[in-house]
């Protein structure tokens, strides 16, 4: 039996980040929550169905270090010039990010996937503000069949009804159109993006048919920053 000390740290993280989910640890802490172990072992099953993922289920690339100074060099256009932009813009620091162990593969989900979210956010164009959030969650949605996105999706939704009502359009159609995307688009996991940093941002979204103009064209008053990189 569980705990009840641990439920009650449980439902009071829960609350927290539905009150304010721009609160990344409460989030991050919710993770065994919303996604468990049985939950963990069927979403491998089902990513080793596609042949990419099998293949990053072997070699396991990871983002790893980031020399932050070394990315802001490359050229401009480049993914690792527009991931590094992007984390000194929103003041994000690559360090502060728990650096995951990865012995199992339901393991190398949880860090590949927390390693590659701001990767995402670059390739999608989302902000990071909590349209962008959702935005980027129905992408992995879509992408993966995450139950952890699932779980944030439904508290940025109660989020929207209970305290930022005037937000919902916004929102929504941020979750529509990383839907959409995500559908489209190839999958993005296990993608080794450690050698793609000097390659055009363009080129990588072009090579996982992330086609960002012709989804913003039909969800018109979407446009993001970025979609035109």
């Given at each position: 039996m569980r705990n009840p000390l641990a439920?009650?740290?449980?439902?009071?993280?829960?609350?927290?980040?539905?009150?304010?989910?721009?609160?990344?640890?409460?989030?991050?802490?919710?993770?065994?929550?919303?996604?468990?172990?049985?939950?963990?072992?069927?979403?491998?099953?089902?990513?080793?169905?596609?042949?990419?993922?099998?293949?990053?289920?072997v070699e396991r690339p990871r983002v790893g270090y980031l020399h932050l100074a070394s990315l802001l060099h490359l050229p401009e256009g480049s993914l690792g010039r527009a991931y590094a932009d992007h984390l000194v813009e929103n003041g994000l620091d690559p360090d502060a990010l728990p650096a995951l162990e990865a012995h199992t593969d339901e393991e190398y989900v949880r860090?590949?996937?927390?390693?590659?979210?701001?990767?995402?956010?670059?390739l999608t164009g989302f902000p990071t503000d909590v349209a962008g959030e959702l935005g980027v969650q129905a992408f992995s949605l879509a992408q993966v069949g995450s139950p952890f996105a699932l779980g944030i999706l439904t508290g940025g939704l109660a989020n929207t009804l209970l305290y930022a009502f005037s937000e919902r359009d916004v929102r929504m159609r941020a979750i529509v159109r990383g839907w959409i995307l995500g559908r489209r688009a190839r999958?993005?996991?296990?993608?080794?993006?450690?050698?793609?940093?000097?390659?055009?941002?363009?080129?990588?979204?072009?090579?996982?048919?992330l086609d960002l103009a012709a989804v913003d064209a039909v969800l018109p008053g979407s446009a993001y920053p970025g979609q035109s990189c």
């Open positions: 439920y009650a740290r449980t439902a009071w993280r829960m609350a927290h980040a539905l009150r304010d989910p721009e609160q990344l640890q409460d989030i991050l802490e919710l993770a065994a929550v919303l996604a468990p172990p049985a939950a963990m072992t069927r979403l491998v099953e089902r990513l080793m169905q596609h042949d990419s993922a099998a293949e990053a289920f860090a590949h996937m927390l390693e590659s979210h701001d990767v995402w956010h670059v999958l993005l996991f296990g993608a080794p993006w450690r050698r793609m940093w000097e390659l055009p941002l363009v080129e990588v979204r072009g090579r996982y048919a």
